[in-house]
């Protein structure tokens, strides 16, 4: 593999847009994820058995949805999703587009994140709630949200690194940013440069997230 550094100054503005394409992707997923799977997450813990809204059918239908477009491989998600990503945005290709199906894919997986970190939180907490009388409103936003949020905070981390990389192979179906570029100059191509470069700068991207994340989360958790 060869690495020239004028190739690569010549393509910084491609890889810049291609960058930001990336990030645009991601914000709009997880800005999507947040308002959608957050709710969700929740609505599955406080129905499970032995919580203050116990309804078997209601957890059951919520986690066979969630468990059923989980189960379903992002490539196929995307290709299945092409009617409601034209009806919505009116193109099947470019970074909004790929906006809807990554949506999609990361509503259910931060809905079960959200779930495993509210069941972290100590009953007893929640029961002194109950006990105190406190409505179910008031159960999950003064109790079990704060005792959860370093969880939470983990959660979008996470949701936030996989996105990462489900972009990039959202690029690779007309998607833009940088698994688009990857695709067209450096495996096309045989860029070994560009496909270096796309590489690196997704570690580096995933590093400061996850560095980022796990940094708030402690903060968070100390107070």
Do not use: C
Not at 4 to 12: G, P, R, S, T
């Amino acid at each position: 593999m060869e690495f020239d550094v004028n190739h690569l100054i010549e393509f910084i503005p491609e890889i810049n847009s291609a960058f930001l394409e990336t990030l645009y992707m991601i914000s709009i997923a997880l800005v999507v994820a947040i308002i959608i799977g957050l709710p969700l997450g929740i609505l599955i813990f406080i129905t499970d058995k032995g919580l203050f809204l116990e309804n078997r059918v209601a957890n059951q239908i919520l986690g066979f949805i969630v468990n059923l477009i989980r189960s379903i491989p992002f490539i196929i998600l995307l290709v299945a999703l092409i009617p409601l990503t034209v009806a919505l945005v009116g193109s099947m290709i470019g970074p909004t587009a790929a906006s809807v199906s990554l949506s999609v894919a990361a509503i259910p997986f931060f809905a079960r994140l959200v779930e495993s970190a509210l069941r972290e939180v100590n009953y007893g907490v929640i029961e002194a709630a109950i006990a105190a009388g406190g409505t179910p409103w008031m159960i999950i936003k003064d109790v079990i949200l704060p005792e959860a949020k370093a969880g939470i905070i983990s959660g979008i981390t996470i949701t936030i690194v996989s996105l990462v990389g489900t972009s990039a192979v959202a690029g690779t179906l007309g998607g833009g940013g940088i698994g688009d570029l990857a695709i067209r100059f450096g495996y096309y191509r045989y860029d070994d440069t560009i496909m270096i470069t796309t590489v690196i700068i997704l570690i580096i991207f995933v590093q400061i997230i996850q560095l980022a994340g796990d940094k708030i989360a402690k903060v968070v958790n100390k107070k």
